[in-house]
């Protein structure tokens, strides 16, 4: 008879694992990042139970508010982005905020100020909230630039620049998924102990998948070199499988899925959305971070997501990410269309 596998003593939680990330770093590393993260796991926290309990105390629906997308506001929304903003002002460890949720960056008063920058997304896949469906937190964190105090030039950088990025998903079990620049990990919260747990050291995208997910409904709209890459996935030639579709319509989900299990992921400007309709900053950018150091590629289609120059905070792009070999594939659609 197999022998049972004894529960685990020696648990690797989030700030363990991030803490040994630091001693590799050194005295370069001050411990500022590691508190930065903290507070970010405490919100993540905070907001999961808000989620999981929205039904029962009143939280789902609308808050009567559009935002600066002109989106109408879910009260998750607006409570989700509240508990980052006070606490990641009283983390004293930054000083620009970027919200999907407010049009102006939040500059932080000198009193609280620390030396980073985080972008983030409190609360994406707002139309799955009432269904009950998979949602998520979406963050990318920047160092200031020397000398600065911090303005909002901080943030209009290269996503390359980011010093860590990550997701959380409010789903059967709550994910972060995080990386600051040496691979991928993903921790599972154990409610009961009130820690996330090391459960996905090192995530690899792999280098090839079999599912593919985007909104076809907006087909009519797509690009020429999008319908070509979508034929030829889904009518190969004879003896392959074509591939399957999946998509739920929450990036945070989509994205989780496409670093396990591998494919491709897709948002790609069309006709009618000419830039798109993902958020650079706080969507396209920390995806494409976390995809690339999960060995994956992550492209408009035609340039690097990262190296792409924002000009305005909450500008939008076209996004194609996942398994190299698939997003190669689609590359070179756009490649033919020259
Ligand atoms: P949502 O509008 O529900 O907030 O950018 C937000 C986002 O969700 C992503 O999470 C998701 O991938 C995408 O938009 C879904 O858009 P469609 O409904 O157009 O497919």
């Known amino acids: 008879m197999a022998q049972e596998e004894a529960p685990s003593t020696d648990l690797i939680t989030l700030t363990r694992h991030v803490l040994s990330e630091g001693f590799r770093l050194g005295p370069a590393a001050t411990g500022d990042l590691t508190l930065l993260l903290n507070a970010i796991q405490t919100t993540s926290k905070f907001i999961a139970t808000n989620v999981r309990r929205a039904r029962l105390i009143n939280l789902v629906g609308l808050a009567g508010e559009t935002n600066v997308q002109g989106e109408e506001q879910k009260k998750l929304d607006v409570l989700s982005n509240d508990i980052m903003v006070n606490s990641l002002r009283a983390s004293g460890k930054t000083a620009v905020l970027v919200s999907e949720e407010l049009e102006e ?177 706080y969507e396209a950018f920390p995806m494409a971070y976390l995809t690339e150091q999960a060995g994956g590629v992550a492209t408009t289609g035609t340039e690097r997501i990262l190296d792409l120059q924002p000009t305005n905070i909450h500008e939008r792009c076209s996004v194609f990410l996942g398994s190299k070999e698939d997003v190669q594939d689609l590359i070179k659609f756009y490649e033919g269309s020259k």
């Open 105 to 281: 960056a939040v500059i932080i008063d000198e009193k609280n100020r620390g030396k980073y920058c985080v972008v983030f997304d409190p609360l994406d896949g707002s139309s799955n909230i009432d269904a009950g469906v998979n949602i998520g937190t979406i963050f990318g964190i920047y160092h200031i630039k020397p000398e600065s105090k911090g303005t909002v030039e901080d943030v209009l950088r290269p996503g390359r620049d980011m010093v860590a990025a990550g997701y959380v998903m409010y789903g059967s079990s709550c994910n972060l998924v995080l990386s600051t620049g040496n691979g991928v990990n993903g921790y599972t919260l154990d409610a009961s102990l009130g820690e996330f747990i090391l459960t996905h050291p090192d995530i690899q995208v792999p280098s090839r998948g079999k599912i593919y997910s985007i909104n076809e409904g907006n087909s009519c709209y797509y690009h020429e070199p999008v319908l070509k890459y979508l034929h030829s996935i889904k009518n190969p030639p004879s003896g392959k499988s074509p591939y399957s579709a999946r998509y739920i319509g929450s990036m945070v989900a989509d994205v989780h899925r496409t670093l396990l299990y591998g494919g491709i992921f897709c948002y790609p400007n069309d006709k009618k959305s000419k830039s798109g309709k993902l958020r650079l900053l």
